[in-house]
């Protein structure tokens, strides 16, 4: 069912049926996708039909039978993600039974332009926008009793944030209240993200498990009841409460585990292996995503291209007998013809039309010069929507189009693929972004919003005027990959890519392979990592494809996307490698604390030192009558403002490692936030129950340390203040165990600037996209992996190895690659040979040539990126970056203000002196 066109006059009546059966999102008057959910009395029962003979379009045809089709597959991916907890199942939360308590996933509904109040937040019983809304946190998670899930769905807390951040930005005068156990903003750059919410103005969190206790009936808002460390049980009213419900496996997981013969692990997910995530004990059957267990989006992205590199092993001899080359068009040549421009107007849903009129915006673009046709469209993306472009290019022989939608950063490539599809020339095309520039930030303003549009669209279609042909040339592909770095993560990466018929070359800076697991022996889920680490080794050297170069330093690194060429140092020799992709998975180090007397005493380690030395039976640290770990040593500080992850997994699993040698040990653990996400929570119930003591401590009123004797003993004392009893404790230790922060390596920069790369502001590398490109730099042909990127467990950092493994594969399993024809030329009349240019490019990609004029910049254009920094610089013009030229953009400055706003504004300036 792609379009309805039958309206409602209440967008809150989520259907006709009297079950309310059938769903509409509605964008201003125009509805945009129907479905019907399970509830449909004629899907269930064969008795309603009311849908069917009431729509327009006879887009709903009960006349379809089931059909059965065999597909014959090599493989098979299991991508069942996950199903919202659904909090009606326990009457404590009052989901159900009170109108104004809601779930999260109601929430992003409300939140959503598409939703039932077109984007504003309204409760449910007087339609009106709530002043105190209250978030529940850990619903259907960490929690043992009947219904619930034992394990952290590791993203609620997050989500959270984002919703309190973006109600925050509806209604400045909003009370957000946060109830919570742990802050769990575990992931890269959520410390950041988590401040940012708590520093907003009226945003309250309260560390307390809550409960709904009652609805007033006289006015719908809800009661929550909490406990507070100084004032007792408390009961506050809130206008809403919002359930931040956790994840489970999917619905049909046992039907699932049936037919493709898979195990399931206790909670209902998919059973796998630390040392192999993706694979299940069926061979051939692989998994990914929230199916593992629960994850955030970019662990499912990069689970999903580890899965393909995996089934790429599998299926490697069989690739390209499928695949089929996609023939356009032959291109119409029509640079002597006078711009013929089209308008394209997307609603995006209701993210643009909610605040843009956008009929307005149509009949607008329509008045330009060279517009000869203009249209608007629910989502110019969609399948549809494309073909229609196509279909009204040709019949309206257009020229040049104009799409006023998003960001081009995200589908430009798609509208350019739709005008090569009409026989155009792609760089034809110019993208107004309405939405990021226009609509998401003047919500609240929306006639100047629809005014700033045109103006962006006049712009726009100024530029397109004047947009030239230009042609993409192919560049050949390399089929051998570079890995920098021989941890779990490069050689897990390496044999990957190896399986699949490739050459690897693996550079690793140490004399042996193994990274920083060589300190690791076990997992907190069981895995023997050094023998685990001994078989990935011997894997590496038995592999015939893969060339590991030890000692090895990066002199330089030349060349583009598909031929790179990188001298190494290794061994007292020079080696010169010549690869078409490369993967940097240089892992991290571990933060040497200054605080708390390490190193100056012999009784103070870090985690992974304790892990240590519990390995070789150290009796010292075995027969400790008492032991301290401190949490967030180096982290989670101005320094390094950033959570390491793995700290509270580790003190747990060396907590029950030591309980179970000796477990009349006293253990303590100071913790600020337990993280222990996803099924590790069991872990860290466990070791509770171990009487292993968890103290929470602030950062305001850290933990001290002093050495001292008892009864003839050396002993370090640590002090620290206990929230919940209101008392600062001293606790004497044998040993004490400092959570080290987990900091990028110091040759991170160093490799940075080898391979053009990018760093987050913790000096992480930093991904292309946080969620679309989890695994790729912005920088073509280079990947990432492992702890490089940012801390992780080893089964995360194994992960994401076959994701960036995947991606490598989708750039080596070509002949050629393609290079874009936006890029920047000279003149050599104009040059004068002062070289600002080839100072300015970081890609190498400008150099002096001899001409007959002298010597002269000249612009390779396989290496040329389209930045423009050159032709800034340039001080005569000389250069040129096509696509972007002189014209182009003169001609829409220019068409910013229009002479009569210049004349008006100049008339205001006069009256006014």
């Known amino acids: 069912m792609e379009y309805c066109p039958v309206t409602y006059p209440d967008p809150f009546n989520q259907g006709i049926s009297d079950n309310k059966a059938v769903h509409v999102y509605f964008s201003q008057a125009i509805p945009l996708v129907a479905y019907i959910d399970d509830s449909c009395l004629r899907l269930k029962e064969n008795k309603c039909d009311i849908c069917s003979s009431v729509c327009q379009a006879d887009a709903i045809d009960f006349r379809q039978a089931p059909k059965k089709t065999d597909i014959n597959v090599g493989a098979i991916l299991l991508s069942s993600g996950i199903t919202p907890f659904d909090p009606s199942v326990k009457d404590e939360y009052g989901y159900t039974t009170m109108k104004n308590v809601v779930t999260s996933m109601d929430y992003e509904r409300l939140l959503s332009s598409t939703g039932p109040y077109e984007g504003e937040v309204r409760r449910i019983t007087d339609k009106q926008h709530p002043k105190k809304i209250a978030w529940i946190q850990c619903v259907g998670s960490r929690r043992v009793t009947e219904g619930d899930n034992s394990y952290c769905s590791g993203v609620c807390c997050t989500y959270t944030q984002k919703q309190v951040i973006l109600t925050k930005h509806h209604y400045e005068d909003v009370e957000c209240t946060i109830f919570h156990n742990d802050i769990r903003s ?64 999917p ?43 629960p994850t955030d989006i970019p662990e499912s992205v990069f689970t999903a291209s580890g899965a393909g590199s995996q089934i790429g092993e599998l299926l490697d001899y069989r690739r390209g007998n499928l695949a089929k080359e996609r023939v356009y068009p032959e291109e119409r040549d029509v640079s002597n013809e006078d711009p013929k421009i089209g308008v394209f107007v997307c609603h995006c849903g209701a ?197 590991v170069s030890h000692e090895a330093t990066i002199k330089q690194v030349a060349g583009y996307l598909g031929s790179f060429t990188t001298t190494v140092e290794t061994e007292g020799r020079i080696k010169e490698i010549k690869h078409g992709a490369s993967v940097l998975a240089i892992g991290a180090d571990e933060y040497k604390p200054t605080e708390y007397l390490y190193p100056e005493s012999d009784q103070v380690f870090t985690h992974l030192e304790l892990g240590e030395e519990i390995a070789r039976g150290n009796e010292k640290v075995l027969n400790a009558g008492s032991l301290v770990m401190i949490q967030c040593v180096g982290c989670r500080n101005e320094d ?22 000796n477990p009349d040990m006293m253990i303590y653990i100071l913790f600020r936030d337990m993280r222990t996400y996803g099924f590790r929570e069991d872990a860290y119930r466990e070791a509770s129950d171990n009487e292993v003591r968890f103290i929470r401590y602030t950062p305001e009123d850290a933990p001290q340390v002093e050495a001292a004797k008892e009864g003839g003993k050396d002993i370090l004392r ?128 400008i150099e002096f040539r001899d001409t007959p004029k002298g010597k002269k910049a000249w612009v390779n254009p396989i290496l040329c990126k389209g930045d423009g920094l050159c032709n800034a610089k340039c001080p005569t013009n000389a250069i040129v970056l096509k696509h972007f030229t002189n014209d182009a953009l003169c001609n829409q400055i220019d068409a910013a203000i229009t002479r009569k706003d210049i004349i008006e504004q100049m008339d205001a300036v006069l009256e006014e002196a």
């Open 186 to 249: 575990f992931g890269k750059d959520f410390e950041r993200y988590f401040q940012r919410a708590e520093q907003l103005p009226g945003v309250e969190f309260i560390r307390s498990y809550a409960s709904v206790a009652r609805e007033n009936p006289e006015n719908g808002n809800v009661a929550v009841r909490y406990a507070t460390p100084d004032d007792g049980v408390k009961e506050v009213e809130f206008d809403m409460v919002v359930l931040s419900v956790g994840l489970n496996p």
């Open 251 to 293: 619905s049909a997981f046992k039907e699932i585990s049936e037919k493709f013969g898979i195990n399931l692990n206790a909670h209902g997910f998919c059973e796998t292996e630390s040392s192999n995530p993706i694979k299940t004990n069926r061979p051939g059957v692989f998994v990914s995503g929230a199916f593992q267990g």
């Open 351 to 547: 993210n643009i039309s909610s605040v843009v009129n956008v009929p307005s915006t149509v009949e607008y673009a329509l008045t330009l010069p060279n517009v000869v046709y203009a249209k608007e469209q629910i989502f110019s993306c969609a399948t549809n929507s494309a073909k229609e472009i196509t279909d009204l290019a040709k019949e309206k022989g257009l020229n040049r189009v104009v799409i006023a939608a998003c960001s081009p950063r995200t589908l430009e490539p798609l509208f350019r693929d739709t005008l090569r599809e009409a026989g155009l020339n792609q760089y034809y095309l110019d993208m107004a972004n309405i939405r990021e520039h226009c609509s998401w930030v003047h919500a609240k303003q929306k006639d100047e919003a629809t005014q700033k549009a045109q103006d962006i669209v006049r712009m726009s279609v100024a530029r397109a005027s004047q947009l030239e042909p230009l042609q993409e040339f192919d560049l050949p592909v390399n089929k051998t990959a570079l890995i920098v770095g021989g941890g779990i993560g490069g050689m897990t990466c390496a044999l990957s890519i190896a399986a699949q018929g490739h050459e690897v070359e693996l550079i690793e800076k140490n004399k042996d392979l193994g990274g920083m697991a060589r300190r690791l022996h076990t997992t907190l889920e069981g895995l023997d990592v050094q023998t685990y680490l001994d078989d990935l080794i011997q894997q590496v050297y038995k592999n015939p494809l893969i060339h």
């Open 640 to 661: 390094r403002n950033y959570c390491s992850r793995v700290c509270c997994s580790h003190a747990v699993k060396n907590a029950l490692k030591l309980k179970k040698a």
């Open 718 to 845: 640590v002090t620290v203040a206990d929230p919940i009893l209101g008392q600062r404790l001293e606790l004497d230790a044998d040993i004490l165990s400092l959570a080290a922060a987990v900091i990028p390596t110091e040759s991170t920069k160093e490799i940075a600037n080898h391979f053009k790369v990018t760093l987050s502001p913790d000096e992480f590398f930093k991904e292309a996209h946080v969620k679309l490109k989890p695994v790729e730099f912005a920088t073509d042909g280079v990947f990432l992996c492992g702890t490089a990127h940012y801390p992780k467990h080893i089964p995360e950092t194994i992960n994401q190895a076959y994701g960036a493994a995947g991606r490598v594969l989708t750039l080596l399993s070509r002949d050629t690659v393609v290079a874009s024809g936006s890029v920047a030329i000279v003149s050599d009349y104009d040059c004068v040979s002062c070289g600002a240019c080839i100072t300015a490019c970081t890609y190498g990609a």
